[in-house]
């Protein structure tokens, strides 16, 4: 069992940042894919970034250049540095864990992020 504790998120006005955090403890397997993903109202869930437990980073197109996601494999934690933030960036974001060998894959309870025009 893997729990997952996100911070982070709040109100900015477009063009603004904001750093979303998840933390994970619990059986932690060392080959893991950390990410977040967000949903927006109405919308299906989307992936935004993830990083392997090696480093290994994946973005979704319409946050590149503007986010980026890091990990301290130490403290089991990824971070998610959002840049340049857009109104199109609302939802809420969702941390997941997953097994790189195996099918366990956890999620957090989620981050609420509103971007303002």
């Known amino acids: 069992q893997v729990q997952l504790v996100e911070s982070g998120g709040g109100l900015v006005q477009a063009g603004g940042s904001l750093r979303l955090s998840c933390e994970a403890s619990?059986?932690?397997?060392?080959?893991?894919?950390m990410g977040w993903y967000r949903q927006a109202s109405g919308k299906q869930r989307e992936l935004v970034a993830t990083?392997?437990?090696?480093?290994?980073?994946n973005y979704a197109d319409s946050v590149k250049g503007r986010f980026t996601i890091s990990r301290d494999n130490a403290k089991n934690t990824v971070l998610l540095q959002m840049n340049s933030l857009k109104p199109e960036d609302t939802a809420v974001y969702y941390c997941k864990w997953s097994e790189v060998l195996g099918t366990s894959f956890y999620w957090g309870q989620g981050t609420q992020v509103t971007v303002s025009s």
């Open positions: 619990g059986f932690i397997s060392k080959r893991n894919v």
């Open positions: 990083i392997t437990s090696g480093g290994s980073t």
